[in-house]
């Protein structure tokens, strides 16, 4: 674990904003303040805490806080990448957050993870750096999640499995036991999964067509409700 204790948040979009709105009270961390690059930076502050430009950051902050990144998943991750080897770079401590019960399982999580509450992660996962998993995801055992992915609510992934590098799984999309995805795979909402893939493809469920009717008349019509 990490001394410190005094978290920057770099963003400050919806996914900034979520990630502080579960963990504020949820680890042993202070959230001090959203990040952002200068260019993007105003004086103001959001949801109770300062929004802050990068480049005015001090060796003297650098030495009392650690950061986590809250980007989202733009690029198939790749910005979300990019933010997080900067800092690495830069010398910033980066750090995971996530329920510190899963060490009794033998899981693995990397630097710069999250895993929100209401996950499921399994005995003897891997998780890799800079993975952000919401709330209703599942991970097998013994599966392995690659570096910069992103797992949506809902998203499940069975035993034994492999995720590649960058790959995004959405909404209820499932991934069958013992399957290897490739990287920077799109693995659309709802999309059943139980073949291993390739680098770079993408699988998306068509989506769903307008019933002949409209809601009002299917509801006068049915006994939709009871």
């Not at 033998?106 to 005995?123: D, K, L, R």
């Not at 991970?139 to 995720?163: E, F, M, R």
Request: net charge negative; aromatic share 12%.
């Amino acid at each position: 674990m990490n001394h410190k204790t005094r978290l920057y948040l770099f963003g400050c979009g919806v996914t900034a904003r979520a990630i502080h709105a579960y963990f504020k009270h949820y680890s042993q961390y202070s959230i001090e303040g959203f990040v952002v690059d200068e260019q993007y930076y105003s004086a103001c502050v959001v949801d109770g805490i300062p929004l802050l430009s990068y480049q005015s950051l001090t060796a003297i902050e650098k030495a009392r806080y650690s950061f986590v990144v809250c980007i989202g998943y733009s690029k198939l991750n790749l910005d979300r990448a990019t933010i997080y080897q900067r800092l690495v770079v830069d010398g910033w401590s980066v750090v995971s957050l996530y329920d510190k019960s899963y060490e009794d399982l033998f899981i693995e999580v990397g630097e710069g993870s999250i895993i929100m509450p209401g996950a499921s992660v399994q005995p003897h996962a891997k998780i890799g750096r800079c993975v952000t998993i919401w709330p209703g995801a599942i991970i097998g055992h013994d599966t392995s999640i690659g570096d910069y992915c992103w797992l949506t609510a809902g998203s499940a992934i069975g035993g034994n499995s492999v995720v590649g590098d960058h790959t995004f799984l959405g909404v209820n999309s499932v991934v069958a036991d013992g399957v290897r995805i490739g990287k920077s795979n799109l693995i659309g909402g709802g999309v059943y999964v139980s073949k291993c893939t390739n680098d770079n493809e993408a699988f998306l469920q068509e989506s769903a067509s307008a019933a002949r009717m409209g809601a009002q008349q299917f509801v006068k019509f049915t006994d939709f409700g009871g």
